[in-house]
């Protein structure tokens, strides 16, 4: 199983950027997905995550209405658009994958998330 983020880059504030996490050795029957995004110097925190069952969770209330994530199966890509960014959005981007049942409609709990990508780095500048 391989993820790997690209995208990132440096935006301005109030511009949109689209991240993309590409996915290799898996299908997203059998996995949820999620984004996740580290703040220098703060803990990495879950923004959002879609379930094998395509089922979309926000957790990150900072970017609820302004981040929206979605895949494409055929593709086997997962997508973070961006936007309204604001200088708090920078940090590094991580998509992680997590195991579950065919069809689950819930995500789980983050200890499951056992993939990662290498991270992609957004700089957002006021």
């Known amino acids: 199983l391989q993820l790997v983020e690209s995208g990132g880059g440096l935006v301005q504030s109030g511009g949109s950027l689209t991240l993309s996490c590409r996915a290799a050795?898996?299908?997203?029957?059998?996995?949820?997905i999620s984004w996740f995004h580290q703040a220098p110097g703060k803990e990495r925190e879950q923004i959002s995550c879609?379930?094998?069952?395509?089922?979309?969770?926000d957790y990150a209330a900072s970017m609820r209405g302004r981040f929206a994530i979605y895949r494409d199966t055929a593709q086997n890509t997962l997508y973070l658009q961006m936007n309204i960014v604001k200088p708090e959005d920078t940090g590094v981007y991580y998509c992680?994958?997590?195991?579950?049942?065919?069809?689950?409609?819930?995500?789980?709990?983050?200890?499951?998330?056992?993939?990662w990508g290498q991270g992609t780095q957004v700089t957002v500048s006021s």
């Open positions: 050795g898996f299908t997203s029957d059998y996995h949820a």
């Open positions: 879609i379930s094998s069952a395509g089922n979309k969770i």
């Open positions: 992680a994958a997590a195991e579950q049942s065919k069809r689950n409609d819930y995500c789980p709990e983050l200890s499951a998330f056992g993939s």
